[in-house]
């Protein structure tokens, strides 16, 4: 049985957050059918990180960090991938995971036809390939990660 994210059940700290989603599955709802992945590796952003996009304050383009914890924070890296993270604390603070890889589960033609690979073990091995593989850009920046839409974090 697979559920969206309660919000109460996920950790109020950023380290702890990213730690608990390791093992969840993300799952994208397109067109041509469903594509998800277990995720298997984190990175967290915590309160004070200067590598944190938070850690100057808000900005129109980082405003979704800032959410209650379970938004998508999605952004575009050196103009070429785009980087899917979580918001992780209370709202108005700024702090995030990066969802860094995750395991293919459904959706696998989808995803190589999104990237444009054959290799399984490339199609979401880091985080830039991964949102490539599940078509994730900043129109999805500030989506509810713990509400059933086009692209969410569940549980098993």
């Keep these: 049985m697979v559920r969206p ?10 380290a702890a957050l990213a730690r608990h ?38 900005t129109p383009r980082n405003r979704s960090l800032f959410l209650e914890r379970g938004h998508a924070y999605v952004y575009l890296a ?7 993270n979580v918001s992780s604390e209370m709202q108005g603070i700024g702090t995030g995971v990066l969802i860094r890889a995750f395991e293919p589960l459904e959706g696998v033609g989808i995803m190589r036809l999104n990237r444009g690979i054959e290799r399984l073990r490339d199609l979401a091995r880091g985080p830039g390939r991964l949102s490539a593989a599940l ?22």
């Excluded at 500030?142 to 098993?156: H, N």
């Design 5 to 14: 994210l309660a919000r109460a059940e996920l950790p109020n700290d950023t």
């Design 21 to 58: 989603l390791v093992g969840k599955v993300v799952v994208r709802e397109l067109p041509e059918g469903v594509a998800s992945g277990r995720i298997v590796e984190t990175e967290a952003y915590v309160v004070g990180d200067a590598a944190g996009h938070g850690y100057r304050g808000m």
């Design 78 to 84: 050196y103009g070429v991938s785009y980087m899917l």
């Design 135 to 156: 078509r994730i850009d900043r129109s999805l920046d500030g989506l509810d990660l713990c509400r059933k839409g086009p692209s969410m974090a569940r549980t098993r």
